[in-house]
């Protein structure tokens, strides 16, 4: 099992970017799956969370800008970003439970310009 993020890149402050992560392997179920970040001189800090039900959960300073989803179907978890300002600059990582384990993606880089 594992899980590959992509769609990271370069944006301009106000911009928008859509991660996404695909699980892949042999996948028998997948309960909570989010989305982590880790600025430059910063501990990882979790951004949103949603659970195999499709609650969600964010942290205060993404909320009203950014939106967690995923679609079952395809094992495909996402992070729609919008308004995107300097200090969400940062590695973000996918994480999902598969089979019970726990599972990271590689890192994907956001860098937002001013």
């Known amino acids: 099992v594992q899980l590959q993020a992509s769609g990271g890149g370069l944006v301009q402050a106000g911009g928008s970017l859509r991660l996404s992560c695909a699980a892949s392997?042999?996948?028998?179920?997948?309960?909570?799956m989010a989305w982590y970040r880790q600025a430059p001189g910063k501990q990882r800090e979790l951004v949103a969370l949603?659970?195999?039900?499709?609650?969600?959960t964010y942290a205060d300073s993404v909320k009203g800008r950014f939106t967690i989803s995923r679609d079952n179907a395809k094992n495909t978890l996402y992070l729609e970003m919008n308004s995107l300002n300097r200090e969400d600059t940062a590695i973000y990582y996918c994480?999902?439970?598969?089979?019970?384990?726990?599972?990271w993606g590689q890192g994907t880089q956001v860098t937002v310009s001013s």
């Open positions: 949603i659970t195999g039900g499709g609650s969600t």
């Open positions: 994480y999902a439970m598969i089979n019970r384990y726990n599972y």
């Open positions: 392997g042999s996948i028998f179920s997948i309960n909570n």
